[in-house]
């Protein structure tokens, strides 16, 4: 349900790999794959804020390889430690042919407590079809990495829990004159060796309608149907939801979205939950490649978190971009999400907020100075927090 992590996955590209703290499949596989919603993010041959590459045919290949060294106050709840990190990676893209590429790889290093190591991979590619009054999606990928703590219901990691995600996905645009549909089918498949009982398929089917009466002005209606199979069959469950809303476009300027309905999920081993449901969300470009972004959402049972705990879910994001020239880009962001798990009273509030200086030495180098800090508040459980400060060299030939 997040879609404003897809319409900000090339800023996260562009300016190398985030911490592997992320424990969305969305984020996950959006920041680091061009193949999913990158097409047109390597341009051969032209300097400036985007990626540099080797022209190939119509398209752009793009090497790169990141190093990190920092410190952190508290991974997964231990005691701090510096860090290194080092995250070689792959792109190719070639809007004409509609086809993408990427394959990486990540790793970080706590010298004083290497049962905190982590490291994960990603290979995934996409073929895009321009039809008349048509276009077809097909994109899939394979990622491994560490499920760590201060994510949702996450209190019991103390060391990095290894996951495996393997993603397939199939869409469909469809416009005819003032009206688009969009069917979308996804399928993932989530393993956990160290807890097989954790492992679990996930199916999503989604139907959005949108009618656009002309002056940037649209009328969407979405339906989606996830069903979530558990190797412990006793957590499968199912969900439905329905919304409706608007969006607002403004060329180049801002776009802003309201979609609300109902969602209902109902559990094996547990009664029937029908919730509102609520998404937000507002895009502002003050100049070409500055950007504000902020987007509110109340969901149930988001099948998109690596962990999947069924709660109620309500969030808000904010993120910041501003090219203040050629050579430095600021970046920021926040997050704050409260989690009401089902069956239980349990409740989890988590609140998160970064930035980032990058300074572009040249078309191939570029160095970037990060801060980042996260607190987790529950009924459950002792409050805790974490920092985190990173330098970080990029290049790309």
Do not use: C
Not at 103 to 127: C, F, I, M, N
Not at 146 to 173: C, N
């Amino acid at each position: 349900m997040r879609n404003d992590l897809a319409r900000l996955a090339g800023f996260a590209l562009i300016f190398g790999p985030a911490p592997a703290k992320a424990q969305e499949i969305h984020s996950l596989l959006y920041r680091n794959v061009v193949g999913y919603d990158i097409f047109g993010q390597i341009s051969a041959g032209r300097a400036g804020p985007e990626i540099k590459g080797f022209a190939i045919g119509g398209g752009g290949l793009a090497p790169r390889l990141d190093f990190s060294l920092g410190y952190d106050s508290a991974p997964d709840g231990a005691g701090g430690s510096a860090l290194l990190g080092a995250a070689p990676s792959l792109a190719f893209a070639d809007p004409v042919a509609g086809f993408a590429a990427y394959a990486g790889w990540h790793g970080t290093r706590y010298p004083e407590d290497g049962l905190q190591d982590t490291s994960g991979a990603t290979v995934a590619a996409a073929k895009r079809w321009e039809l008349p009054a048509q276009r077809v999606t097909l994109s899939a990928g394979y990622l491994t990495g560490d499920a760590t703590g201060f994510a949702l219901d996450t209190v019991a990691i103390t060391q990095p829990l290894r996951f495996a995600v393997a993603d397939a996905r199939a869409g469909d645009a469809i416009t005819d004159g003032a009206f688009t549909i969009t069917p979308d089918l996804q399928a993932d498949s989530v393993g956990f060796p160290g807890v097989p009982t954790a492992d679990r398929e996930d199916a999503r089917a989604r139907l959005t309608l949108r009618y656009a009466p002309g002056g940037g002005l649209q009328v969407a209606t979405r339906l989606q149907a996830t069903a979530a199979r558990y190797r412990d069959a006793g957590r499968d469950a199912g969900t439905t939801q329905a919304l409706a809303g608007l969006t607002d476009t403004a060329d180049g300027l801002w776009q802003v979205s309201l979609l609300a309905g109902v969602a209902r999920r109902q559990a094996s081993s547990a009664r029937r939950l029908t919730a509102p449901v609520l998404e937000a969300a507002l895009d502002w470009w003050p100049a070409p490649q500055d950007r504000l972004s902020l987007s509110l959402a109340h969901e149930i049972d988001d099948p998109d978190e690596i962990s999947a705990a069924p709660a109620t879910l309500t969030e808000a994001r904010l993120n910041l971009r501003d090219a203040t020239g050629r050579a430095i880009t600021l970046q920021g962001s926040a997050r704050i999400a409260e989690a009401a798990y089902l069956g239980s009273n349990r409740r989890e509030t988590l609140a998160s907020a970064g930035a980032q200086i990058t300074w572009r030495a040249s078309g191939e180098l570029a160095f970037t100075a990060g801060y980042s800090f996260q607190d987790r508040q529950a009924n459950y459980l002792r409050a805790a927090n974490e920092q985190v400060v990173t330098l970080e060299a990029g290049w790309t030939p």
